[in-house]
C-alpha cells in the first residue's frame, strides 16, 4: 500500500466518524408554551357515594379488579338507596 492511499483510507475514516457525530447531536427541545396547562387537569368532582365506595375499598384491602368490581356494585347500590323506584 502507498502512502496515499493510506492517507485517504484515514481521511476518509475520520470524516465518517466526524460525520456520524454531527448526526448524533439533537437540537434542544422547543419551551412548551403553556406548561401550566398539562398540570391544571379538568376532571368531575367525585360524588359522596364514590368517596364513600372508595373508602369501604380501602377498609377490605381491595385492588385491580376486584376494587373496581366492588367500587361498581357500591355504586349501584347507594344509587338505588339514594332514589327509591316509584310506581
Known amino acids: 500500500m502507498t502512502i496515499s492511499s493510506r492517507a485517504a483510507g484515514l481521511a476518509l475514516a475520520a470524516s465518517l466518524l466526524f460525520a456520524g457525530a454531527a448526526y448524533a447531536q439533537t437540537p434542544a427541545p422547543a419551551?412548551?408554551?403553556a406548561p401550566a396547562a398539562k398540570t391544571a387537569k379538568t376532571t368531575k368532582p367525585r360524588s359522596a357515594a364514590s368517596l364513600?365506595?372508595?373508602k369501604e375499598a380501602d377498609a377490605k384491602g381491595l385492588h385491580g379488579k376486584e376494587r373496581k368490581k366492588f367500587r361498581s356494585d357500591c355504586k349501584k347500590e347507594?344509587?338505588?338507596k339514594?332514589?327509591?323506584a316509584s310506581k
Open 31 to 33: 419551551a412548551s408554551p
Open 52 to 54: 364513600e365506595c372508595s
Open 78 to 80: 347507594q344509587a338505588g
Open 82 to 84: 339514594a332514589a327509591p
